[in-house]
């Protein structure tokens, strides 16, 4: 946990109560899943899904080994303290949130630290796993083209050109056009200046 906290701590840029938290989360997923080398010899066998981007997501990614860029981390902006643990090996995944309650229980039962944040971080060091989350069996249904590994399909957008992987490409009037093309109306970004 020491350790882990101090590599959490380096990737993270500080020590914080959501790396605590993070940690904590991620070892309660890898232990019910029975999974003790997430980064080595077990590394593909763990797909984890995150609800926030917030500081315990940087910790679960450090400690499960799941990374963005190898398609084994996967974000739904939910904005929960939540995180499903999913176990290609035996198709099990484990459900973890963390309680809202356990912020009073940090107050209450270290009033005698003087921020709310070293409260909190005491609370998620030492409080027992039932106090800080309550944990549920899931069924995630992975589709392939989420897998991770390289992409298998590559298509051109017909209307902005632009490379498409793992079939992230929807059929409009028979034309094939990637999402951003396809639902313009769900594009995060627009033009700066305005055609006219
Ligand atoms: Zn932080
Ligand atoms: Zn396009």
């Keep these: 946990m020491d350790e882990l906290l101090r590599q959490a701590e380096a990737a993270h840029g500080h020590l914080c109560a959501g790396q605590i938290l993070g940690v904590r989360m991620a070892l309660l997923g890898l232990g019910r899943l029975g ?8 590394r ?8 926030i981007d917030r500081c315990a997501t940087d910790a679960i990614g450090l400690v499960t080994g799941c990374r ?5 981390l996967k974000f739904r902006d939910w904005g929960k303290m939540a995180a499903t643990f999913v176990d290609l090996a ?61 992409s298998r399909e590559r298509a051109i957008c017909e209307q902005c050109g632009e490379g ?25 970004w627009e033009p ?5």
């Design 90 to 150: 035996s198709d099990r995944a484990l459900r973890v949130v963390a309680i809202e309650n356990s912020r009073d229980l940090a107050d209450r039962r270290y009033p005698h630290l003087e921020t709310k944040s070293l409260r909190q971080m005491q609370a998620y060091r030492e409080l027992a796993d039932g106090d800080l989350f309550r944990e549920e069996w899931v069924r995630v249904a992975i589709d392939s083209a989420d897998l991770p590994g390289a």
């Design 68 to 72: 963005l860029g190898k398609r084994a």
């Design 164 to 188: 498409v992987n793992f079939g992230r490409v929807a059929r409009v009037k028979g034309q094939v056009l990637c999402l951003s093309c396809a639902h313009p109306e769900l594009r995060y």
């Design 44 to 51: 593909k066998r763990l797909i984890t899904y995150v609800e």
């Design 192 to 196: 700066a200046t305005p055609e006219e």
């Design 35 to 42: 999974i003790v080398d997430p980064r080595g010899a077990e």
